[in-house]
């Protein structure tokens, strides 16, 4: 398994926010992480990029434990994710809030490229030609140039997105990729995790779309009250009592 968690929790103060969480996600595989609002699902997107550690339990990438390692650790071994609330940098073009994401692809050091080595224009040129094949896959190509507080809460959704996935992470992590966007866009969301998974890498999806989950997720863990109430296929997870209770109601 590419990530796997076991008996992972974390309290703040009294609350248990994620108890006793275990699950895996296998390499190429979408996983999706669903639940009521307040489930622990941001929460355990935190702990598993590191920006929170957890009380207890474990979280390995592949056969090493991660839970333990800072934030750009864990990226620099292959996690990235989005955010809830859009964190680009407003005053920086859609291409270069990307070109930002592929730092950890680069090998020449940042004293180097702040003097213009001559060695690094090579590298320089190919990190913004990948930044815009990136945009291209995300179908913002054609607002490269535009500075990213001018773009739709849609489309600013989708550089985020290019962005994690500049640095050609082994799993990327969703935190709700398709709010704010209309069913066209969600439309284009969903063919982009897709054609992700297929070249291998692994994608862990929080998402309050049930549609877009059962759809393009292989596998689904159903959080409740920071506790896991069902892992299966979409099929089996659609079918679960204990779901259609406590989330799924008459959308099952």
């Known amino acids: 398994m590419l990530l796997s ?22 390499e190429g ?3 999706g992480l669903i639940g009521p609002n307040g489930a622990g699902k941001t929460t355990l997107l935190n702990l598993v990029s590191g920006l929170i550690r957890p009380t207890g339990g474990e ?23 989005t955010y809830q609330n859009i964190r680009l940098f407003p005053a920086l073009s859609a291409a270069e809030n990307v070109l930002v994401g592929s730092h950890l692809r ?8 702040m003097v213009f080595w001559p060695g690094c224009r090579r590298e320089e ?24 507080s001018t773009l739709s809460y849609g489309e600013q959704r989708r550089v985020e997105i290019a962005r994690a996935l500049a640095s050609a992470p082994r799993a990327l992590l969703l935190d709700e990729p398709t709010a704010g966007m ?9 063919g982009l995790i897709r054609e992700v998974a297929r070249s291998g890498q692994s994608v862990l999806l929080v998402e ?25 296929t979409p099929a089996e997870v659609a079918a679960d009592p204990g779901v259609i209770a406590a989330y799924l109601g008459s959308e099952a």
């Open 5 to 26: 968690l076991a008996d992972v929790r974390r309290t703040f103060g009294g609350l248990r926010a994620v108890d006793g969480v275990a699950f895996e996600v296998a």
């Open 125 to 148: 040129a190919d990190a913004a030609q990948w930044a815009l094949s990136l945009l291209a896959r995300v179908g913002m190509s054609e607002r490269a140039a535009e500075r990213a």
């Open 59 to 81: 979280i390995r990438l592949g056969s090493r434990r991660i839970d333990r390692l800072p934030t750009h650790r864990i990226a620099a071994l292959g996690i990235t994710r």
């Open 208 to 232: 309050h779309n049930v549609k877009l989950v059962m759809d393009v997720c292989d596998r689904i863990t159903v959080l409740n009250f920071g506790k896991v109430i069902a892992d299966g």
């Open 182 to 190: 209309n069913p066209t866009e969600v439309a284009a969301i969903a």
């Open 106 to 113: 680069r090998e020449d050091p940042v004293w180097k490229r």
């Open 29 to 31: 595989e979408v996983h």
